[in-house]
T-cell receptor, first 111, second 111 residues
Framework: DGGITQSPKYLFRKEGQNVTLSCEQNLNHDAMYWYRQDPGQGLRLIYYSQIVNDFQKGDIAEGYSVSREKKESFPLTVTSAQKNPTAFYLC??????????FGPGTRLTVT | KQEVTQIPAALSVPEGENLVLNCSFTDSAIYNLQWFRQDPGKGLTSLLLIQSSQREQTSGRLNASLDKSSGRSTLYIAASQPGDSATYLCAVYTNAGKSTFGDGTTLTVKP
């Protein structure tokens, strides 16, 4: 059963704590992406990776970190430096950088 | 800088109506264009991908067309159903692999 999985679906954290969101794909895609979506707003790119052990900042990378140690996995850490972390986070992958396929998302709430 | 606009932001139609959703982009030098559907609280589901050499794609009651010279794509939904209610987003991709998403059109189909 091929696809992109994100876990957990809902995540609650206290302010000041780091939290890591999981994204796994078994589509053998080279590229992976992290987006943030806020109510009534469009997608904003946080980080992307076109190959293992390499990743690039997107438009809103401050307060976030990523790693790409395996082709299948691209975890996102939301650090305490992110001023407004409550949002819906979407992970995507791409076989050739000109089409994307998305996971189901993780809703993070920080109080 | 590529900008993608989807107008209207929201649309409400009675069941059975044929409708057209619009996606406009400012830089015509795109490679692919992809249409997505997003249900509330869910990830993006890919509907149609129009590759650079194509002018349209069809899947069931959906037909998407692309006119790169005028910077426009349309998504045609035939015989709309309440289950079509969702937010529809378009994304354009450049040759450099960069993607730009529109903010989406939220469609409500009333029984």
């Amino acid at each position: 059963d091929g696809g992109i999985t994100q876990s957990p679906k809902y995540l609650f954290r206290k302010e000041g704590q780091n939290v890591t969101l999981s994204c796994e794909q078994n589509l053998n895609h080279d590229a992976m992406y992290w987006y943030r979506q806020d109510p009534g707003q469009g997608l904003r790119l946080i980080y992307y990776s076109q190959i293992v052990n390499d990743f690039q900042k997107g438009d809103i990378a401050e307060g976030y970190s990523v790693s790409r140690e395996k082709k299948e996995s691209f975890p996102l850490t939301v650090t305490s430096a992110q001023k407004n972390p409550t949002a819906f986070y979407l992970c995507a992958s791409s076989p050739n950088f000109d089409e994307q396929y998305f996971g189901p998302g993780t809703r993070l709430t920080v109080t | 800088k590529q900008e993608v606009t989807q107008i209207p932001a929201a649309l409400s139609v009675p069941e059975g109506e044929n409708l057209v959703l619009n996606c406009s982009f400012t830089d015509s030098a795109i490679y692919n264009l992809q249409w997505f559907r997003q249900d509330p609280g869910k990830g993006l589901t890919s509907l149609l991908l129009i590759q650079s050499s194509q002018r349209e794609q069809t899947s069931g009651r959906l037909n998407a067309s692309l006119d790169k010279s005028s910077g426009r794509s349309t998504l045609y939904i035939a015989a709309s159903q309440p289950g079509d209610s969702a937010t529809y987003l378009c994304a354009v991709y450049t040759n450099a692999g960069k993607s730009t998403f529109g903010d989406g059109t939220t469609l409500t189909v009333k029984p």
